[in-house]
Protein backbone atom coordinates (compact mmCIF):
# COMPACT_ATOMS: atom_id res chain seq x y z
CA UNK A 1 0.00 0.00 0.00
CA UNK A 2 3.34 1.96 0.67
CA UNK A 3 2.11 5.17 2.63
CA UNK A 4 5.05 6.21 2.40
CA UNK A 5 7.50 8.23 4.72
CA UNK A 6 7.39 11.71 4.32
CA UNK A 7 9.27 14.83 6.21
CA UNK A 8 8.00 18.26 6.08
CA UNK A 9 9.78 20.57 3.76
CA UNK A 10 11.70 22.69 6.43
CA UNK A 11 12.69 19.71 8.07
CA UNK A 12 14.15 18.19 4.96
CA UNK A 13 16.07 21.57 4.07
CA UNK A 14 18.00 21.60 7.87
CA UNK A 15 18.93 17.87 7.36
CA UNK A 16 20.57 19.28 4.26
CA UNK A 17 22.33 21.91 5.44
CA UNK A 18 23.10 19.93 8.43
CA UNK A 19 25.29 17.39 6.00
CA UNK A 20 26.49 20.26 4.03
CA UNK A 21 30.32 19.72 5.52
CA UNK A 22 32.02 17.54 5.00
CA UNK A 23 21.64 -25.42 -7.28
CA UNK A 24 20.32 -26.84 -3.87
CA UNK A 25 18.99 -30.19 -3.44
CA UNK A 26 15.06 -31.03 -2.44
CA UNK A 27 14.58 -30.38 1.39
CA UNK A 28 11.89 -33.18 2.62
CA UNK A 29 11.64 -34.09 6.37
CA UNK A 30 13.44 -37.04 6.02
CA UNK A 31 16.23 -35.05 4.56
CA UNK A 32 18.07 -32.27 6.98
CA UNK A 33 18.20 -29.14 6.05
CA UNK A 34 21.60 -28.09 4.61
CA UNK A 35 22.70 -25.15 7.49
CA UNK A 36 25.49 -22.26 6.82
CA UNK A 37 27.52 -21.12 9.68
CA UNK A 38 26.40 -19.62 12.64
CA UNK A 39 27.18 -16.23 11.77
CA UNK A 40 24.48 -13.93 11.47
CA UNK A 41 24.63 -11.52 8.39
CA UNK A 42 24.15 -7.98 9.39
CA UNK A 43 24.97 -6.42 5.96
CA UNK A 44 21.61 -4.82 5.11
CA UNK A 45 21.10 -3.81 8.92
CA UNK A 46 24.49 -2.63 10.53
CA UNK A 47 22.97 0.92 10.92
CA UNK A 48 20.68 -1.07 13.23
CA UNK A 49 22.23 -3.53 14.62
CA UNK A 50 22.20 -1.66 18.43
CA UNK A 51 18.65 -2.00 18.51
CA UNK A 52 18.48 -6.17 17.76
CA UNK A 53 19.24 -8.42 20.65
CA UNK A 54 20.29 -11.85 19.29
CA UNK A 55 18.06 -14.93 20.81
CA UNK A 56 16.86 -18.36 19.97
CA UNK A 57 13.91 -19.64 18.36
CA UNK A 58 13.24 -21.13 21.52
CA UNK A 59 13.09 -17.04 22.95
CA UNK A 60 10.26 -16.62 20.45
CA UNK A 61 6.42 -17.10 22.20
CA UNK A 62 4.21 -19.33 20.16
CA UNK A 63 6.68 -20.26 17.65
CA UNK A 64 6.17 -23.82 17.67
CA UNK A 65 3.09 -23.33 17.05
CA UNK A 66 2.53 -20.93 14.19
CA UNK A 67 1.08 -22.43 10.92
CA UNK A 68 3.91 -21.43 8.87
CA UNK A 69 2.93 -22.85 5.37
CA UNK A 70 0.04 -19.76 5.52
CA UNK A 71 3.76 -17.71 5.27
CA UNK A 72 4.78 -19.18 2.94
CA UNK A 73 3.59 -17.65 0.30
CA UNK A 74 4.46 -13.98 1.09
CA UNK A 75 8.11 -15.01 2.53
CA UNK A 76 8.54 -16.40 -1.90
CA UNK A 77 6.75 -12.73 -2.65
CA UNK A 78 9.62 -11.03 -0.47
CA UNK A 79 12.38 -13.17 -1.94
CA UNK A 80 11.23 -12.06 -5.66
CA UNK A 81 12.16 -8.51 -4.52
CA UNK A 82 15.08 -8.92 -2.57
CA UNK A 83 16.98 -12.67 -3.51
CA UNK A 84 19.43 -10.71 -5.84
CA UNK A 85 20.78 -9.17 -2.39
CA UNK A 86 24.10 -10.66 -1.24
CA UNK A 87 22.94 -12.15 2.40
CA UNK A 88 19.24 -12.97 0.73
CA UNK A 89 20.77 -14.93 -2.10
CA UNK A 90 21.53 -18.36 0.00
CA UNK A 91 18.04 -18.76 1.53
CA UNK A 92 16.27 -17.89 -1.22
CA UNK A 93 17.63 -19.68 -3.61
CA UNK A 94 17.19 -23.00 -1.21
CA UNK A 95 13.25 -22.01 -0.57
CA UNK A 96 12.43 -22.96 -3.85
CA UNK A 97 13.04 -26.12 -3.03
CA UNK A 98 10.88 -26.20 0.15
CA UNK A 99 7.83 -28.03 0.43
CA UNK A 100 5.23 -25.02 0.78
CA UNK A 101 2.55 -27.68 2.23
CA UNK A 102 4.88 -28.98 4.77
CA UNK A 103 5.05 -26.70 8.40
CA UNK A 104 7.65 -29.01 9.50
CA UNK A 105 10.12 -28.27 7.05
CA UNK A 106 9.48 -24.80 6.68
CA UNK A 107 9.72 -24.20 10.28
CA UNK A 108 13.35 -26.34 9.68
CA UNK A 109 14.19 -23.74 7.05
CA UNK A 110 14.18 -21.03 8.65
CA UNK A 111 15.83 -22.32 11.61
CA UNK A 112 18.50 -23.33 9.82
CA UNK A 113 18.86 -20.10 7.52
CA UNK A 114 17.96 -17.48 9.96
CA UNK A 115 18.79 -16.09 13.32
CA UNK A 116 16.37 -13.93 15.68
CA UNK A 117 16.50 -10.86 16.86
CA UNK A 118 14.30 -9.07 19.17
CA UNK A 119 14.20 -5.65 18.49
CA UNK A 120 14.72 -2.67 20.86
CA UNK A 121 13.54 0.63 21.55
CA UNK A 122 16.44 3.30 21.19
CA UNK A 123 15.52 4.41 24.60
CA UNK A 124 15.16 0.88 26.19
CA UNK A 125 12.60 -1.60 26.56
CA UNK A 126 11.34 -4.32 23.84
CA UNK A 127 7.78 -3.40 24.14
CA UNK A 128 6.08 -1.24 21.40
CA UNK A 129 2.54 -0.82 19.77
CA UNK A 130 0.92 -2.61 16.77
CA UNK A 131 -1.73 -0.86 15.00
CA UNK A 132 -3.71 -2.54 11.73
CA UNK A 133 -4.81 -1.38 8.04
CA UNK A 134 -6.43 -3.51 5.91
CA UNK A 135 -8.14 -2.59 1.60
CA UNK A 136 -11.53 -0.73 2.03
CA UNK A 137 -14.03 -1.21 -0.56
CA UNK A 138 -15.73 2.39 -1.95
CA UNK A 139 -18.63 2.84 -4.32
CA UNK A 140 -17.46 5.29 -6.78
CA UNK A 141 -18.01 6.77 -10.33
CA UNK A 142 -15.90 8.09 -13.01
CA UNK A 143 -18.37 11.42 -13.54
CA UNK A 144 -19.29 13.43 -10.53
CA UNK A 145 -23.21 13.37 -9.83
CA UNK A 146 -25.84 12.65 -7.70
CA UNK A 147 -24.38 10.96 -4.71
CA UNK A 148 -21.07 11.12 -6.27
CA UNK A 149 -19.25 14.17 -5.00
CA UNK A 150 -16.25 13.68 -3.60
CA UNK A 151 -13.06 13.22 -6.00
CA UNK A 152 -10.24 10.98 -5.28
CA UNK A 153 -6.92 12.16 -7.37
CA UNK A 154 -4.26 11.04 -9.77
CA UNK A 155 -0.92 12.82 -9.18
CA UNK A 156 -0.67 16.64 -10.36
CA UNK A 157 1.72 17.17 -12.40
CA UNK A 158 2.50 20.23 -10.69
CA UNK A 159 4.25 17.79 -7.47
CA UNK A 160 7.81 17.73 -7.36
CA UNK A 161 9.35 14.95 -6.13
CA UNK A 162 13.37 15.32 -5.23
CA UNK A 163 15.40 12.11 -3.74
CA UNK A 164 18.52 13.39 -2.04
CA UNK A 165 19.67 10.07 -0.82
CA UNK A 166 22.33 9.93 -3.45
CA UNK A 167 23.87 12.78 -2.54
CA UNK A 168 22.78 12.41 1.55
CA UNK A 169 22.66 8.68 2.51
CA UNK A 170 21.16 9.97 5.57
CA UNK A 171 17.70 10.38 3.45
CA UNK A 172 17.23 7.30 2.19
CA UNK A 173 13.24 6.12 2.49
CA UNK A 174 12.44 9.95 2.53
CA UNK A 175 11.22 11.89 -0.39
CA UNK A 176 11.30 15.64 -0.73
CA UNK A 177 7.92 16.88 -2.25
CA UNK A 178 7.05 20.65 -3.30
CA UNK A 179 5.99 23.07 -6.74
CA UNK A 180 8.22 25.28 -8.28
CA UNK A 181 7.27 29.04 -8.28
CA UNK A 182 9.69 30.93 -10.27
CA UNK A 183 13.06 29.58 -9.32
CA UNK A 184 12.02 27.93 -5.60
CA UNK A 185 10.44 25.01 -4.62
CA UNK A 186 8.08 25.49 -2.13
CA UNK A 187 5.85 22.67 0.30
CA UNK A 188 2.87 21.88 -1.64
CA UNK A 189 -0.18 22.95 -0.79
CA UNK A 190 -1.59 21.00 2.39
CA UNK A 191 -5.48 19.36 2.75
CA UNK A 192 -7.05 22.69 3.76
CA UNK A 193 -5.57 24.15 0.64
CA UNK A 194 -5.66 21.63 -2.14
CA UNK A 195 -8.63 22.24 -4.43
CA UNK A 196 -7.23 24.85 -6.11
CA UNK A 197 -3.70 22.89 -6.90
CA UNK A 198 -5.46 19.75 -8.09
CA UNK A 199 -8.70 20.73 -9.87
CA UNK A 200 -8.87 18.75 -13.14
CA UNK A 201 -6.79 15.81 -11.30
CA UNK A 202 -9.85 13.73 -10.23
CA UNK A 203 -9.67 10.22 -11.20
CA UNK A 204 -12.87 9.04 -9.56
CA UNK A 205 -15.66 10.02 -7.81
CA UNK A 206 -17.09 8.31 -4.80
CA UNK A 207 -20.47 8.90 -2.55
CA UNK A 208 -18.97 9.28 1.07
CA UNK A 209 -16.38 11.95 1.92
CA UNK A 210 -15.18 10.22 5.23
CA UNK A 211 -14.75 7.11 3.60
CA UNK A 212 -12.14 8.88 1.30
CA UNK A 213 -10.73 10.15 3.80
CA UNK A 214 -9.85 6.32 5.43
CA UNK A 215 -9.06 5.35 2.19
CA UNK A 216 -5.90 7.60 2.15
CA UNK A 217 -4.69 6.00 5.58
CA UNK A 218 -4.94 2.41 4.54
CA UNK A 219 -2.92 3.60 1.20
CA UNK A 220 -4.91 1.37 -1.23
CA UNK A 221 -8.36 0.33 -1.85
CA UNK A 222 -10.97 -1.22 -4.20
CA UNK A 223 -14.04 0.68 -5.82
CA UNK A 224 -17.23 -0.67 -7.12
CA UNK A 225 -18.87 1.42 -9.73
CA UNK A 226 -22.40 0.20 -10.15
CA UNK A 227 -22.51 1.85 -14.06
CA UNK A 228 -20.12 -0.26 -15.35
CA UNK A 229 -20.52 -3.51 -12.89
CA UNK A 230 -16.37 -2.92 -12.47
CA UNK A 231 -14.42 -3.05 -9.31
CA UNK A 232 -10.88 -1.45 -9.89
CA UNK A 233 -8.18 -0.58 -7.03
CA UNK A 234 -6.97 2.32 -6.22
CA UNK A 235 -3.61 1.97 -5.49
CA UNK A 236 -1.25 4.23 -3.96
CA UNK A 237 0.72 6.68 -6.26
CA UNK A 238 1.87 9.82 -4.16
CA UNK A 239 1.55 12.14 -1.84
CA UNK A 240 1.17 15.96 -0.95
CA UNK A 241 4.56 15.53 1.47
CA UNK A 242 3.04 17.12 4.24
CA UNK A 243 3.22 14.15 7.24
CA UNK A 244 0.13 12.45 8.46
CA UNK A 245 -1.17 13.64 11.60
CA UNK A 246 -3.98 11.77 13.86
CA UNK A 247 -7.22 13.15 13.80
CA UNK A 248 -7.98 10.47 16.51
CA UNK A 249 -5.26 12.42 18.92
CA UNK A 250 -7.18 16.11 18.06
CA UNK A 251 -10.23 14.57 19.36
CA UNK A 252 -8.65 13.49 22.24
CA UNK A 253 -6.69 16.28 22.81
CA UNK A 254 -10.12 18.59 21.96
CA UNK A 255 -11.90 16.33 24.93
CA UNK A 256 -14.24 15.27 22.29
CA UNK A 257 -13.19 11.67 22.45
CA UNK A 258 -11.88 9.68 25.68
CA UNK A 259 -8.53 7.07 24.40
CA UNK A 260 -10.63 4.14 24.05
CA UNK A 261 -13.08 5.65 21.89
CA UNK A 262 -10.58 6.75 19.13
CA UNK A 263 -10.73 4.08 16.88
CA UNK A 264 -11.52 4.16 13.67
CA UNK A 265 -14.89 3.33 14.33
CA UNK A 266 -15.27 5.49 17.15
CA UNK A 267 -14.11 8.44 14.98
CA UNK A 268 -16.19 7.66 12.14
CA UNK A 269 -19.77 7.94 14.54
CA UNK A 270 -18.25 11.27 15.76
CA UNK A 271 -18.23 12.76 12.24
CA UNK A 272 -21.68 11.46 11.68
CA UNK A 273 -22.64 13.05 14.91
CA UNK A 274 -20.76 16.57 13.90
CA UNK A 275 -21.45 16.95 10.47
CA UNK A 276 -20.76 20.76 10.54
CA UNK A 277 -17.26 19.72 11.74
CA UNK A 278 -16.31 17.23 9.53
CA UNK A 279 -13.95 19.88 7.61
CA UNK A 280 -12.66 21.10 10.55
CA UNK A 281 -11.56 17.42 11.69
CA UNK A 282 -10.46 16.49 8.45
CA UNK A 283 -8.44 19.32 7.93
CA UNK A 284 -6.13 18.88 11.02
CA UNK A 285 -4.42 15.79 8.81
CA UNK A 286 -2.77 18.28 6.01
CA UNK A 287 -1.50 14.68 4.23
CA UNK A 288 -3.20 14.13 1.29
CA UNK A 289 -2.49 10.53 -0.89
CA UNK A 290 -3.17 10.58 -4.89
CA UNK A 291 -3.76 7.41 -6.64
CA UNK A 292 -3.70 5.13 -9.85
CA UNK A 293 -5.77 2.85 -11.29
CA UNK A 294 -4.67 -0.55 -11.32
CA UNK A 295 -7.37 -3.49 -12.83
CA UNK A 296 -8.11 -6.09 -10.46
CA UNK A 297 -6.82 -9.60 -11.83
CA UNK A 298 -7.53 -11.51 -9.10
CA UNK A 299 -9.57 -10.92 -6.15
CA UNK A 300 -7.72 -12.91 -3.51
CA UNK A 301 -4.66 -11.02 -4.67
CA UNK A 302 -3.50 -7.78 -2.17
CA UNK A 303 -2.31 -4.67 -3.02
CA UNK A 304 0.93 -3.82 -3.74
CA UNK A 305 3.01 -2.69 -1.10
CA UNK A 306 6.24 -0.72 -0.55
CA UNK A 307 8.24 -3.58 -1.22
CA UNK A 308 6.56 -4.07 -4.84
CA UNK A 309 4.49 -7.11 -3.80
CA UNK A 310 1.43 -7.85 -3.21
CA UNK A 311 0.64 -7.98 0.43
CA UNK A 312 -1.15 -11.11 2.31
CA UNK A 313 -3.63 -11.10 4.78
CA UNK A 314 -2.54 -11.56 7.94
CA UNK A 315 1.06 -11.86 7.48
CA UNK A 316 2.27 -8.77 5.71
CA UNK A 317 3.03 -6.05 7.70
CA UNK A 318 4.00 -2.17 7.44
CA UNK A 319 7.14 -0.81 9.09
CA UNK A 320 9.84 2.32 9.59
CA UNK A 321 12.48 0.83 7.29
CA UNK A 322 15.21 3.60 9.37
CA UNK A 323 14.81 0.69 12.15
CA UNK A 324 13.86 -2.72 10.28
CA UNK A 325 15.10 -3.89 7.02
CA UNK A 326 12.11 -3.89 4.32
CA UNK A 327 11.58 -7.42 2.45
CA UNK A 328 12.84 -9.54 6.19
CA UNK A 329 10.71 -11.77 8.02
CA UNK A 330 9.68 -10.80 11.56
CA UNK A 331 7.60 -12.64 14.60
CA UNK A 332 5.14 -10.67 15.75
CA UNK A 333 3.80 -10.61 19.63
CA UNK A 334 0.77 -8.95 20.20
CA UNK A 335 -3.09 -9.59 21.19
CA UNK A 336 -6.42 -9.17 19.40
CA UNK A 337 -7.54 -5.98 18.76
CA UNK A 338 -9.57 -4.97 21.89
CA UNK A 339 -8.69 -8.46 23.38
CA UNK A 340 -6.04 -10.47 25.78
CA UNK A 341 -5.94 -13.41 23.07
CA UNK A 342 -2.43 -14.09 21.54
CA UNK A 343 -1.65 -13.12 18.49
CA UNK A 344 1.83 -14.38 17.19
CA UNK A 345 2.97 -15.32 14.05
CA UNK A 346 5.99 -14.98 11.59
CA UNK A 347 5.22 -12.19 9.45
CA UNK A 348 6.73 -9.84 6.54
CA UNK A 349 7.81 -6.59 6.50
CA UNK A 350 6.33 -5.56 3.26
CA UNK A 351 4.89 -2.40 3.36
CA UNK A 352 5.86 0.98 4.61
CA UNK A 353 3.58 3.71 6.16
CA UNK A 354 3.54 7.45 7.50
CA UNK A 355 2.10 7.37 10.66
CA UNK A 356 4.80 4.15 11.40
CA UNK A 357 7.96 5.74 13.01
CA UNK A 358 10.22 3.83 15.73
CA UNK A 359 11.89 0.37 16.10
CA UNK A 360 8.91 -1.63 17.98
CA UNK A 361 6.11 -0.29 15.47
CA UNK A 362 4.15 -2.44 13.35
CA UNK A 363 1.12 -1.85 11.17
CA UNK A 364 -0.86 -5.42 10.86
CA UNK A 365 -2.22 -5.52 7.23
CA UNK A 366 -5.67 -7.83 7.96
CA UNK A 367 -7.03 -8.11 4.60
CA UNK A 368 -9.76 -7.17 2.31
CA UNK A 369 -13.22 -6.15 2.80
CA UNK A 370 -15.11 -4.88 5.59
CA UNK A 371 -14.85 -7.81 8.09
CA UNK A 372 -10.64 -6.95 7.81
CA UNK A 373 -11.99 -3.34 8.21
CA UNK A 374 -13.72 -4.03 11.62
CA UNK A 375 -10.42 -5.19 13.00
CA UNK A 376 -8.06 -3.36 11.76
CA UNK A 377 -9.80 0.22 13.18
CA UNK A 378 -10.01 -1.40 16.63
CA UNK A 379 -6.01 -2.76 17.13
CA UNK A 380 -3.89 -0.36 18.69
CA UNK A 381 -2.12 -3.11 20.87
CA UNK A 382 1.09 -3.29 22.77
CA UNK A 383 3.63 -5.96 21.47
CA UNK A 384 7.02 -7.03 20.41
CA UNK A 385 8.87 -7.71 17.17
CA UNK A 386 11.87 -10.23 16.44
CA UNK A 387 13.74 -9.70 13.23
CA UNK A 388 14.78 -12.64 11.32
CA UNK A 389 17.88 -12.23 9.67
CA UNK A 390 19.74 -14.58 7.16
CA UNK A 391 23.09 -16.07 8.39
CA UNK A 392 26.25 -15.99 6.38
CA UNK A 393 26.89 -18.80 4.21
CA UNK A 394 29.68 -21.27 5.21
Not at 35 to 63: H, I, M, N
Not at 70 to 80: G, I, N, Q, T, V
Not at 191 to 206: H, I, K, Y
Not at 335 to 356: E, F, H, K, W, Y
Request: aromatic share 8%; charged share 20%; glycine share 8%.
Amino acid sequence: MIRSRILPLATILGLVAACSTVPPEKISVRQPVPAPSATTQLSTSDKWSALYKPVSFSDLPGWQQDQLTELWPAFMASCSAIKNKPEWKEPCSIARDVDAKDNTVIRRFFEAFFTPHQIVNAEGGAEGVVTGYYEPLLRGSRQRGGIFQTPLYRTPPDLLTIDLSSVYPDLKNMRLRGRLVGSKVLPYASRADMLPSVAGNELLWVDNAIDAFFLQIQGSGRVYMAESNETVRLAYADQNGHPYKSIGRYLIDKGELKLEQASAQGIKEWLVNNPARQDELLNTNPSVVFFKEEKIVNPAIGPKGALGVPLTGQRSIAIDPQHVPLGAPVFLSTTQPNSSSVLQRLVMAQDTGGAIRGAVRADFFWGFGSIAGEFAGRMKQKGALWVLLPKSPG
